[in-house]
């Protein structure tokens, strides 16, 4: 299911799929072979990720069902380091931490302290193909924790709270009849 696939979305600001949609829900699947087309969803979702001030975004927030993530622990701020991982698997994790009002462009509105590992080892393969191995700790291993949990149709929101996600959920309900 795509639901982005236009000739050109090189350069242009995909639609952000925000909860409650239900694509967001899904598991990814697997990228087979980087094609052409991969290529130009990776393009679309950099600038998209640069535009919105994001510091992450996996395809399935664009409505790729693509296991595909990008991100730039250097955002908002600083100089761009942009990281690409396809096929993204966590192998080991380790400890605990809590992320600091974490967000997620995918819900608008929240931001909330989230229970993590402190640190993951993390295997996928880049743009080119490459093997990459991360061995993440601090912020990069939250970072990669929240976008690989989008591949498996998992929000942080789920971690909330049952009285926080009933005030979140009431709040986008009201924000959706307001518009
Ligand atoms: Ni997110």
């Given amino acids: 299911m795509l639901r982005n696939l236009e000739k050109s979305i090189i350069m242009s600001m995909l639609n952000i799929v925000t909860y409650p949609d239900k694509f967001l829900r899904q598991s990814a699947a697997s990228v087979k072979n980087i094609s052409e087309t991969t290529q ?3 393009e679309g979702m950099v600038y998209t990720m640069y535009k919105s001030k994001g510091v992450g975004l996996a395809a399935i927030q ?3 069902d ?3 993530i990008v991100y730039d622990i250097s955002q908002p701020e600083g100089k761009r380091s942009l990281q690409v991982l396809i096929n993204p698997k966590i192998i080991e994790s380790q ?3 809590t992320s ?3 967000g997620c462009l995918s819900l608008p509105d929240l931001r909330a ?7 993951v080892l993390v295997e996928g393969i880049d743009r080119d193909g490459n093997p990459r191995r991360i061995d993440a700790e601090g912020h990069l291993a939250i970072v990669l924790q929240h976008e690989i949990d989008h591949l498996n149709g998992i929000l942080f929101l789920d971690y909330l709270s049952l009285l926080k996600k009933e005030l979140y959920k009431k709040h986008i309900k009201k924000k959706i009849r307001g518009r």
Avoid: M
């Fill in 100 to 102: 600091e009002k974490e």
């Fill in 66 to 68: 693509k296991s595909l």
């Fill in 95 to 97: 400890g605990s931490t």
């Fill in 62 to 64: 664009v409505g790729f």
């Fill in 113 to 119: 302290n989230v229970k993590r590992s402190a640190f």
């Fill in 40 to 42: 130009e969803i990776i």
